[in-house]
């Protein structure tokens, strides 16, 4: 049996000898065939539909990243140039935030990010230069990087000191008093295994405290990303999307009644084939 929808033909194969063809039957077979036809058409059609979407959202992430990376070489780079970008893209903060939200005042400071979880968790979020350092040239903790730290502690006893206030002027329901703060600086090409180990044992010590650089930030956004919709590379960037998911209206054509007729009598496999007219 062929079928295709929309259709302008049916082609039925009973499958039987003609001495077992039973004509009060056929009418149950002829629907059976087309339910199973228009279910395996279907299918196909989400399935393509399904395709279709993801190489769309990895065209869309690999746009994401690549404009964020060509704003992070700028020379001219501002802070607030950064913020903006992530402000429009928060996906490369969280990719399972609820909500975030920008510059959020915590007493006299006042915070970047403050991005809330699908699991109703908080997270603060620092931004700093691009182009600052996490170390001194004594391999000592850096005044931009030390300063950003102060500024979490600042909101974490403001937190604290002011929950109920915080959850309720601030719409921050249920924040932890010590809730998760994410600081990004910084570039990674500064950053060798000695320098590495050390930031590492400085954050072993602040467990609800991140540091990432600008590269880190990235790399942590496209894992993310291909996580949910597969690999994300070049290889798709001279790709054109052939198909297109039809109308609702194009998938469910209105046929023509069909009726159905014994087949002709030469035995097992021959078939009878009844026409109707295009939808």
Not at 145 to 162: E, S
Not at 205 to 231: C, M, V, W
Not at 238 to 262: D, H, N, V
């Amino acid at each position: 049996m062929r079928l295709s929808v929309p259709w302008d033909c049916i082609e039925v194969y009973p499958g039987a000898k003609s001495a077992d063809f039973r004509q009060e039957f056929a009418a149950i077979w002829a629907e059976r065939d087309i339910l199973l036809s228009v279910t395996n058409s279907l299918s196909q059609e989400l399935y393509w539909q399904s395709r279709a979407s993801q190489v769309l959202l990895r065209k869309h992430a690999r746009n994401i990243l690549q404009e964020f990376e060509d704003l992070l070489m700028r020379p001219s780079v501002k802070e607030e140039d950064i913020h903006q970008f992530i402000y429009r893209r928060p996906e490369l903060l969280s990719p399972i935030h609820k909500r975030v939200l920008s510059k959020l005042p915590f007493g006299k400071t006042v915070s970047d990010f403050v991005v809330e979880q699908a699991d109703g968790t908080y997270i603060l979020v620092e931004l700093e230069s691009a182009t600052a350092r996490l170390f001194n040239s004594k391999k000592h903790i850096s005044g931009a990087l030390n300063q950003a730290i102060g500024q979490v502690i600042d909101w974490k006893r403001y937190i604290t000191d002011n929950k109920s206030t915080v959850e309720r002027e601030l719409k921050l329901q249920g924040i932890s008093s010590d809730p998760h703060a994410l600081i990004v600086i910084g570039r990674s090409a500064e950053l060798d295994d000695a320098l590495r180990s050390h930031l590492k044992s400085y954050l072993v010590a602040h467990p609800t405290l991140s540091i990432l650089t600008y590269d880190e930030l990235l790399k942590r956004a496209r894992q993310a990303f291909e996580n949910s919709f597969g690999r994300i590379d070049d290889n798709e960037g001279s790709a054109q999307l052939i198909y297109e998911y039809p109308s609702t209206k194009e998938l469910s054509p209105t046929p023509s009644p069909i009726r159905s007729k014994p087949s002709s009598g030469k035995g097992h496999g021959s078939r009878s084939r009844k026409r109707g007219r295009k939808p």
